[in-house]
Nanobody, 125 residues
């Protein structure tokens, strides 16, 4: 079992940048598919970016080219670097872990069983 805790959420201006972090304990982040997901008020939770044990990453179309997912195996932390932030990026951001062994990591949040509590990202115009 892995415990996850997000941090780094903030209110930033349109076009700005932000990095959110997810500290893991109890197990290593590179033992899982790790992902960042977000949920805006009144909307379903959606996948933003995921990273496989082998380091391969997948991004939602809406963030590709603006967001980068990475992990620091030494510190056991997952990161999401976000640039050119837009109003539609406003949401609560969650990190999650999927222990299943697959050749890919899904963007669908249903396969992820360990979740953090979320961190709020607000983009102000």
């Amino acid at each position: 079992q892995v415990l996850l805790e997000e941090s780094g959420g903030d209110s930033v201006q349109t076009g700005g940048s932000l990095r959110v972090s997810c500290a893991a304990s109890g197990d290593a982040v590179n033992n899982y598919c790790m992902g960042w997901f977000r949920q805006a008020p009144g909307k379903e939770r959606e996948g933003v970016a995921v990273i496989h044990r082998n380091g391969d990453s997948v991004y939602a179309d809406s963030v590709r080219g603006r967001f980068i997912i990475s992990r620091d195996n030494t510190k056991n932390i997952l990161y999401l670097n976000m640039t050119d932030l837009q109003a539609e990026d406003t949401a609560t951001y969650y990190c999650a872990a999927d222990p299943a062994w697959r050749g890919y990591c899904p963007l669908n949040p249903q396969g992820y069983i360990y979740w953090g509590q979320g961190t709020q990202v607000t983009i102000a115009s």
